[in-house]
């Protein structure tokens, strides 16, 4: 399955780009498991990675919650400001 994940913040700046696909054939995908996917796959961001939230149909999503093919995906990294 094809993942397309939105990318927001810092993350988006270190990747140049606000979206991205990743190819993955695992089942039972899971948030968590695809934070470590997207680590590997881009090692220069993994710290970002990492630290970042990830939303599931706009809501943030729990370590264990599935993924699916279909599901919006968005990654945000923590952000600061005032």
């Avoid at 796959?41 to 729990?62: C, G, R």
């Avoid at 093919?69 to 952000?79: G, N, R």
Wanted: glycine fraction near 6%; proline fraction near 5%; hydrophobic fraction near 45%.
């Amino acid at each position: 399955m094809i993942i397309s994940i939105s990318l927001f913040a810092g993350l988006a700046e270190r990747l140049g780009t606000s979206r991205i696909s990743l190819n993955c054939s695992e089942s039972g995908l899971t948030a968590e498991r695809l934070k470590k996917l997207l680590s590997d796959a881009y090692s220069d961001a993994a710290p970002l990675i990492s630290a970042a939230m990830i939303a599931v149909n706009q809501e943030y999503a729990t370590a264990d919650c599935p993924i699916r093919e279909t599901d919006e995906i968005a990654l945000i990294p923590p952000v600061s400001g005032g």
